[in-house]
């Protein structure tokens, strides 16, 4: 229990308002918070850290590792896995984390972070959440890549 409570407490006093100035200490906590909290296989997508090579794969990509995650039964119904609960424990410390705006950001994406079954049930991805993340603010800041990420998109 005591590990659940520090895997989704938050990050900083003050909540991440979603500018470019602050991110990469924002991303640099949370990618603490999921090496503490034994988050390993979830911070993956296609075989890419999402904290040091997210301009290695698309939010496309992150949908497909969020499909795989979230396992359903045959009636629709959600099995929840260990991968399950830890990216129930990041998207709880992401919006813990997180200005209104900077969530409301993501959530008004086109992009959806959203895992649905069959049967209709949802469930917030906190990996493929942070994937959104990412894109939105590289798309409309100079977040800075990698150099190999920039030839290797060019």
Request: with cysteine.
């Amino acid at each position: 229990m005591k590990q659940w409570v520090k895997a989704i407490k938050h990050l900083d006093d003050k909540p991440y308002n979603g500018l470019s100035k602050g991110f990469l200490n924002f991303l640099n906590k949370l990618s603490c918070r999921a090496l503490d909290s034994r988050r390993g296989s979830i911070t993956k997508v296609q075989g890419h850290d999402i904290f040091n090579k997210y301009g290695l794969f698309n939010v496309q990509d992150a949908q497909i590792d969020a499909l795989v995650r979230f396992q359903f039964d045959s009636a629709g119904n959600r099995i929840t896995t260990r991968d399950v609960q830890a990216s129930w424990q990041m998207m709880t410390c992401l919006l813990k984390s997180c200005s209104a705006e900077c969530l409301n950001n993501v959530r008004n994406n086109s992009d959806n972070h959203m895992v649905t079954s069959n049967s209709g049930e949802t469930s917030e991805d906190g990996p493929l959440f942070l994937c959104i993340q990412i894109s939105r603010l590289s798309l409309t800041t100079d977040l800075p890549y990698p150099t190999t990420v920039i030839s290797s998109n060019v």
